[in-house]
């Protein structure tokens, strides 16, 4: 029994470490992600979703088995959509993200059940149901920190790909055009936000209407600004006005949404700090100040209490 726990707690870290590196490493290629997601939305009717098949290698077949589990294709979909929106877009993404879930959930349920096995009864159950919702929400807890993540930095450089992007509009430049000398100046300092704007140059290129573009980048990313700019853009194209200047309003308009951003956090951070104080120093600084002089007295007491 102990030799089967550690073959399976040694493979489920193995399989969790390999599943990070694996959704962690950018190994994207936009134009042809793109491409593919337009072929298929012109084969499938977006507004009735088709079952997944069987065939496509052993990932695909892997999630056609989780889907005809009730539940699994609802919870399959979205996974994927969170995973679109933390930028993992990769096409094994999804398959890696599932098996690492179910073994990190079934590893819970085995050091569990290590854990309880001199237990029996209700005390034996309540621990494997705690395993259980421990394996199977710290998963998705994570998944839901890299979605934050990524909205945060699309968040941070937008101000300044909105400032570039209309200078270079200023310049005379079209949009895609400008869209895309942004994205390669911006590549290494925004990567995230410089992919995004080229997957919607490359989704324009491959003949998809911009404005079809724009709300699937509204839709990848889920962030209220990037949805601002986008109509912006679509009503400036719309009624022929002046997008370089809109911009340039727009961009002073977001650093001033950062700052208060960041005012309303250095507010919270007072009220985070709070606890900490009470449970950890506090209690500390009693210890300190008074316990010396409760030994003092102590001391004077029993020598007052000595006989003479």
Do not use: C
């Not at 621990?127 to 968040?155: C, D, E, N, S």
């Not at 700052?259 to 606890?275: D, N, Q, T, Y």
């Amino acid at each position: 029994m102990l030799a089967i726990f550690f073959v399976l707690a040694f493979l489920t870290v193995a399989a969790l470490l390999w599943s990070g590196l694996m959704l962690l490493r950018s190994d994207e290629n936009p134009l042809r992600d793109r491409l593919e997601e337009l072929q298929l939305q012109a084969m499938v009717n977006p507004a009735r979703p088709s079952r997944r098949r069987a065939g496509g290698g052993i990932a695909n077949f892997f999630l056609y088995l989780i889907s005809l589990v009730p539940g699994g294709d609802d919870w399959l979909r979205r996974s994927e959509r969170e995973l679109n929106q933390a930028g993992i877009r990769r096409r094994e993404a999804l398959a890696i993200y599932a098996l690492g879930h179910l073994l990190f959930f079934a590893g819970a349920l085995a050091a569990m059940a290590w854990v309880q096995r001199h237990n029996t009864g209700v005390t034996y159950l309540t621990g494997m149901v705690a395993g259980a919702i421990l394996g199977w929400l710290l998963p998705q807890q994570f998944l839901h920190y890299l979605v934050r993540r990524y909205r945060r930095k699309l968040q941070e450089a937008l101000p300044d790909m909105v400032d570039m992007l209309g200078v270079v509009l200023g310049t005379g430049l079209a949009l895609d055009q400008a869209m895309l000398r942004v994205a390669e100046e911006m590549q290494f300092i925004y990567p995230e936000l410089s992919n995004e704007f080229l997957t919607v140059v490359m989704q324009v290129k491959a003949g998809q209407e911009r404005s079809k573009a724009f709300q699937q980048l509204v839709r990848r990313t889920g962030v209220e600004d990037i949805k601002s700019l986008a109509a912006m853009i679509v009503q400036s194209e719309r009624f022929g006005t002046s997008l370089a200047q809109a911009l340039k309003v727009y961009s002073d308009a977001l650093r001033t949404r950062r700052r208060l951003r960041a005012e309303a956090m250095v507010g919270r951070a007072g009220i985070k700090m709070l606890f900490p104080i009470v449970l950890f120093i506090l209690p500390v600084l009693f210890v300190i100040t008074l316990v010396p002089g409760l030994l003092s007295v102590l001391d004077n007491l029993q020598f007052l209490g000595r006989p003479r």
